[in-house]
């Protein structure tokens, strides 16, 4: 008898490492972390995590805790009750997250129950989640309805996965499973995979494959009452695949080395690891902190401008503010083609018009740095939105890596006594532009009405503010980290306005507030500071400017009406600060305004008296984007990551077979068998697990045509290696069995369509588990 006989006559030599109860709640536990992380990519750290991890782990115990406990009870009953055990104990679990995320009371005995004014909540806050994802630019603020939804997803996938693995016996299911939810954010969001996600998921699938479950419960009586069952003799056709252990550890060793080898060729992922290129992903908030403290700044993008001025050029807006964070705003977009409207300036109020030209060079992203007011935007690859609310340009299916775009702009220019005769606190501005958190330190409100003192204007007490800021503080990127306030709260405001050291977030958002303390509306700008000149000149003769990462900055902006938004520099030794002329075009210095400078409310119909098109943010306004071509170098490269990965299943089925035909052909009666039925298995043919090797031989060629010859050839064989006595000598082992097996596999690919024969290499069903074949079949 041959090697492998002793998997018909005895206990079967085992394919996988076999796993327990906790094994499974490792691999399910590390299958929702690879689905999971890159989300971090598109969501800003908070409570989601959390929630995510509340659910899983909730799902994942149960599942252990009553693995062990049904060890002895029958499996029809232990297999069903593990998954719904966690389906209850994790929905009590999201139940009291999302209490907790409405600040209700947790000890509320309703909230500990999926009751049905419990689920109206979580569907009303998926309803929200999901409004916020249409209408919302990533990286998305950390909402309730966010976090709840993550928690949900995070706990069904865990029980899918954890059903996928032990019951199912699909590892290759769950795989592609989680490729599929991990992949989706990078696609996306356009960043292209994380290497070290990349890295991670390999290594995944790689367990998955290499550690199988046994099947919860006993299976009958005499087992559950602590019985030795006798393993049944099974014939030749149920025999499993003679191991599977080689190919899945090979394949498996080979995704991680591949991925190792095509990390340095990734893009920036999302989460701000750099693979190669070094790029600086923009971010729509005021963490910034990192990025100025890099040892070697690299150059982010270089300009020319029609007016031989450097611009500031900005990314995003920040309006709304909760008293711990600064909120990215969200509004309505249309295509980039569409423009952002018309700008108008009040009668009298001078329009400066220039034209700036971009490049980008070492910046990634969902947004375009543009000079303020945009008009158009012309030259720039992929498909992007206008967001005429605040003239800025977000992505909709396209990276700001490697661009070459040119913006036209108008900026209005008042003079000293237009811009005093309009008021920055006027009943004009919605509400929402000078909220205030509650709780507050009172030095932000107290400093501010001692700085401005009996000025006569808005404008006067905002200048009066900024020359506060630059004369009286520091620039430090340091101190705040030393002193534990490198943040945008409300105490490291306070902190800050004592300690008088920081950096652009730190006076941003100090200016800010003290504005909303007198009543005026603000809101904040992330983007980066004017270039610096450089001995380059284009083809023309302009200078070119060079803006490096290091000049990341941040700065507040004071609506003014009739005027519209009003920019100001409160932050020590960096940038131009605002101011006026008597006489209309330049500012003190002669040229300062264009680079600063007033510019006129956003709108659509150039109306800057109109407060209704003031920039308020829209949380349900969807972007009103029309499709367009993916950016071509992160997508690609994210699309390529995850097919590879999903074509493991189809190199581990290439090797298997391989390894089988070599067999055969030194006469490996059970290798060939082995084959025969996988083969039957892929091609999505009948191979019912009691039929006889001679029953099934003559079944194929009756049914399928295939060689009689060959098919006899194949049925001795096993027959002899299968039921030859003990001692009765050794099987032929010289006899070449891969002839016969080749020309069997040819004729059964022959009755069979071409779409079959695709499906059979891309997605063979022989790797899915014998347990979710026999579903299958049946």
């Known amino acids: 008898m041959s090697a492998d006989a002793s998997a018909y006559g005895g206990p079967p030599r085992p394919a996988r490492t076999v796993g327990g109860p906790v094994a499974a709640a490792l691999l399910t536990a590390l299958g929702v972390i690879a689905a999971v992380w890159p989300l971090s990519a598109v969501v800003e750290p908070g409570n989601w995590g959390a929630g995510a991890a509340t659910t899983t782990g909730t799902v994942v115990v149960v599942g252990t805790a009553v693995r062990f406990l049904a060890r002895r009870a029958p499996a029809w009953a232990a297999i069903p009750a593990v998954p719904v055990l966690q389906l209850l104990v994790g929905s009590i679990a999201l139940t009291v997250f999302t209490s907790r995320q409405l600040a209700g009371p947790a000890s509320d005995p309703g909230w500990l129950l999926p009751m049905p004014e419990v ?127 080689l190919p899945a550890v090979a394949i498996g060793a080979s995704a991680v080395v591949g991925a190792l080898v095509v990390a340095p060729l990734l893009p920036v992922a999302a989460s701000g690891i750099s693979a190669g290129g070094g790029n600086a992903v923009l971010s729509a908030t005021l963490n910034l902190g990192q990025d100025l403290r890099r040892p070697s700044p690299v150059t982010a993008l270089t300009l020319i401008t029609q007016d031989g001025t450097p ?19 969200r ?100 509400a929402e532009l000078r909220a205030l958190p509650a709780d507050m330190p009172a030095i932000i409100a ?82 980066y500071l004017p270039g610096r000149s450089t001995d380059r000149r284009s083809d023309d003769g302009r200078v070119v400017f060079e803006v490096s990462s290091d000049q990341l900055h941040s700065w507040p902006e004071v609506y003014f009406s009739g005027i519209g938004w009003v920019p100001f520099e409160p932050t020590a030794t960096r940038g131009v600060p605002t101011a006026f002329a008597e006489s209309s075009g330049a500012g003190s210095d002669g040229d300062t305004t264009p680079s600063l400078g007033a510019t006129p409310a956003p709108t659509s119909t150039g109306n800057a008296k109109d407060p209704k098109n003031l920039d308020v943010p829209n949380a349900g306004a969807a972007g009103t984007t029309a499709p367009g071509a993916l950016a ?9 990551g995850v097919i590879a990965v999903l074509l493991i299943p ?41 039929e006889s090797p001679r029953g099934r031989g003559e079944r194929l060629v009756r049914e399928r045509g295939v060689d009689p010859s060959a098919m006899d050839a194949l049925v001795r064989a096993i027959e002899r290696s299968s039921y030859a006595p003990p001692g009765s000598g050794s099987p032929e082992r010289g006899a070449d069995l891969r002839a016969p097996l080749d020309a069997i596999r040819r004729d059964l690919r022959r009755h069979v369509s071409r779409r079959d024969r695709i499906a059979a290499v891309l997605t063979p069903r022989s790797l899915l588990g014998t347990r979710l074949l026999a579903a299958s079949a049946t």
């Open 119 to 245: 689920w109206r909540a979580v569907d009303a806050l998926v309803s929200t989640a999901v409004g916020e994802i249409r209408g919302g630019v990533a990286p998305l603020a950390d909402s309730p309805a966010l976090a709840v939804s993550i928690a949900a997803v995070a706990g069904l996938l865990a029980v899918v996965l954890d059903l996928l693995l032990v019951p199912l016996g699909a590892p290759l299911v769950a795989g592609v499973l989680v490729t599929v939810l991990g992949a989706l954010p990078a696609v996306v969001v356009h960043h292209g995979v994380d290497p070290v996600w990349f890295i991670g998921l390999a290594i995944v699938i790689l367990l998955f494959l290499r550690v199988r479950f046994a099947p919860t419960g006993s299976s009958g009586p005499a087992e559950s009452a602590g019985e030795s069952v006798p393993t049944p003799v099974r014939s030749p056709a149920e025999a499993p695949p003679r191991t599977r252990r």
């Open 311 to 329: 611009p500031y050029l900005r990314i995003a807006t920040l309006t709304r503010f909760d008293g711990s964070t600064w909120k990215p705003d």
């Open 331 to 430: 509004p309505a977009t249309v295509p980039l083609s569409q423009g952002f409207g018309a700008v108008t300036a009040p009668e009298g109020v001078a329009v400066h018009e220039t034209k700036t030209t971009i490049r980008t060079a070492g910046i990634a992203g969902s947004w375009l740095p543009v000079p303020y007011q945009a008009t158009a935007v012309r030259g720039e690859s992929g498909s992007w939105n206008a967001a005429a609310d605040n003239r800025t340009v977000i992505a909709a299916n396209a990276d700001a890596a490697d661009q070459n775009y040119t913006i036209d702009t108008k900026t209005l220019v008042p003079t000293i006594d237009q811009i005093r005769a309009a008021p920055a606190a006027g009943s004009d501005a919605p």
């Open 446 to 527: 107290d400093d501010a009405r001692q700085v401005v003192g009996d000025a006569s204007s808005d404008y006067d007490k905002l200048i009066a503010l900024q020359t506060w800021f630059r004369a009286g503080f520091q620039y430090s990127l340091q101190t705040p980290v030393d002193d534990h306030f490198d943040g945008t709260n409300v105490d490291a405001v306070a902190t800050f306005l004592t300690v008088r050291e920081g950096y652009c977030v730190h006076f941003a958002g100090a200016f800010a507030l003290m504005a909303r303390t007198l009543g005026m509306p603000s809101r904040i700008v992330v983007g």
């Open 632 to 640: 071509t170098a992160p997508v690609t490269w994210a699309i390529l």
């Open 650 to 690: 189809a190199l581990v089925r290439g090797v298997q077979g391989l390894r089988r035909r070599a067999a055969a052909r030194r006469g490996d009666a059970v290798a060939a068998w082995s084959e025969l039925r996988a083969t039957l298995q892929d091609l999505g043919l009948p191979a019912p697990p009691a």
